[in-house]
């Protein structure tokens, strides 16, 4: 059974950092791509990027290039989002989801960013 | 304001047949797959169709995908209660190198 467990997520002041955790399991994870999505409070659903299974091809919504940095770990079957210059605009529920398509998601891990 | 837009809302009676539009442009839907999404009230998104009409094994076929051009369709045949939910398009932009939603539309059974 596929599983994706986030962790990592609480409350950071603006211009704070943050580090994002998935665990995997249940499927072989350096041969699926992964993607990170959040949703704000009563919002709808952002794609904020996403790494190929060797790690090496990374991608980037405009909102979060230059700020965000996704990696993993395939000794660890982990994926990452290490989240720096954080504002209001980052709060959301953060989900990492399996493959280019979003086919398993996890619960997600909620990021509230505020002084 | 995305650059993949829904209708924000959408309703049917039980039994009803409903569709919900995605519309995009030639950098996104007029030149890569959409994928729709179900997301049930308080729960993690899933996955409903892929690759314009796919349905992943246990979704059921009362929920049929499309695409012509630059819009897709999501499908709900035999509406149910437990039909309402949100539901989001999402596709590749090749302009933005990004992946993009659709802002949603909430489907409400009357």
């Excluded at chain 2, 035999?78 to 309402?84: A, H, I, P, V, Y």
Aim: aromatic share 10%; net charge neutral.
């Amino acid at each position: 059974e596929v599983q994706l467990l986030e962790s990592g997520g609480g409350l950071v002041q603006p211009g704070g950092s943050l580090r994002l955790s998935c665990a995997a399991s249940g499927f072989t994870f350096n041969k699926y791509p992964m993607t990170w999505v959040r949703q704000a409070p009563g919002k709808g659903l952002e794609w904020v990027s996403a790494i190929g299974g060797t790690g090496d091809d990374t991608k980037y919504a405009a909102s979060v290039r230059g700020r965000f940095t996704i990696a993993r770990d395939n000794s660890k079957d982990t994926l990452y989002l290490q989240m720096n210059s954080l504002t209001v605009e980052d709060t959301a529920i953060y989900y990492c989801a399996r493959d280019w398509k979003c086919d398993y998601w996890g619960q997600g891990t909620p990021v509230t960013v505020s002084s | 304001q995305s650059v993949v837009t829904q209708a924000p809302s959408a309703s049917g009676t039980p039994g009803q047949r409903v569709t919900i539009s995605c519309s995009g442009s030639s950098s996104n839907i007029g030149r890569n797959n959409v994928n729709w999404y179900q997301q049930l009230p308080g729960t993690a998104p899933k996955l409903l169709i892929h690759t314009d009409n796919q349905r992943p094994s246990g979704v059921p076929d009362r929920f049929s995908g499309s695409k012509s051009g630059t819009s897709a369709s999501l499908a709900i045949s035999g509406l149910q209660s437990g039909d309402e939910a949100d539901y989001y398009c999402a596709v590749w932009d090749d302009r933005f190198n990004a992946g993009v939603f659709g802002g949603g539309t909430k489907l409400t059974v009357l």
